[in-house]
């Protein structure tokens, strides 16, 4: 099956620095990707879409210059926390998705932001 | 507006016995459907998915799920449910062409021995 993995799995740091989180699809191409943020015991919240060569659609209420998105091939995204602060840590999960929109959206194992 | 309503938070079952996970949809049309699990800290593992045809339809690890239209739901069963089987379970529903996901509250299912 497909399969996406995120990197690192979990981070530690603190307020005020930035990290960078990655999600690759490792056996297909994504031509679609979404990022989420789940905070605990929730369900999942869709933060943003992103199509490689694209710009990143954010949801409403989502900073597009706090959490920066880039799609720059086919299978990699990365999400990057800017100036972190405490009530940014979550997990976040990644997706992708093949191409077509039929297509199932396969999830990456999560990544653990803590910020102190 | 479109929403996705698991009415359970949190099931307990004894392993054996048969499970039945609920989830209702509010959309104007027929959308995508999904069945997800989750295990503690690790990402969203698809179990089956809905998108046209025969209305119940076969998931990975004893699962399936029925469409049914007339009730707006696709609720999850598994006949005998196994210790390993403990979990998140996350219905979502794909709207819009399937461009757009939006996933329910999750059930949590906890297996007695």
């Known amino acids: 099956g497909a399969v996406v993995s995120q990197h690192p799995s979990w981070v530690i740091c603190k307020s005020g620095t930035s990290v960078k989180i990655e999600c690759r699809s490792l056996d297909f191409q994504a031509t679609t990707m979404f990022w989420y943020r789940q905070f605990p015991k929730q369900s999942l919240m869709l933060m943003a879409t992103s199509n490689e060569g694209s710009k990143a659609t954010y949801e409403q209420g989502v900073e597009k210059d706090k959490f920066l998105i880039n799609h720059a091939s086919l299978t990699l995204s990365t999400l990057t926390v800017t100036s972190a602060h405490p009530e940014d840590s979550s997990f976040y999960i990644c997706?992708?998705?093949?191409?077509?929109?039929?297509?199932?959206?396969?999830f990456g194992p999560g990544t653990r932001l803590t910020v102190l | 507006a479109q929403s996705v309503t698991q009415p359970d938070i949190h099931i307990t079952v004894s392993e054996g016995a048969s499970l039945e996970l609920r989830c209702n949809y509010s959309y104007g049309a027929t959308p995508y459907l999904f069945w997800y699990v989750q295990s503690p800290g690790q990402g969203l593992q698809l179990l089956l998915k809905?998108?046209?045809?025969?209305?119940l339809v076969q998931g990975i690890k004893g699962f399936e799920a029925e469409f049914k239209r007339s009730q707006s739901s696709f609720n999850l069963r598994k006949p005998s449910v196994h210790w390993s089987d403990a979990a998140e379970y996350f219905c979502?529903?794909?709207?819009?062409?399937?461009?757009?996901?939006?996933f329910g509250a999750g059930t949590r299912l906890t297996v007695k021995p």
């Open positions: 997706s992708a998705r093949a191409g077509l929109r039929t297509d199932t959206q396969y």
């Open positions: 809905y998108f046209s045809g025969d209305t």
């Open positions: 979502a529903v794909g709207l819009y062409n399937n461009n757009d996901m939006r």
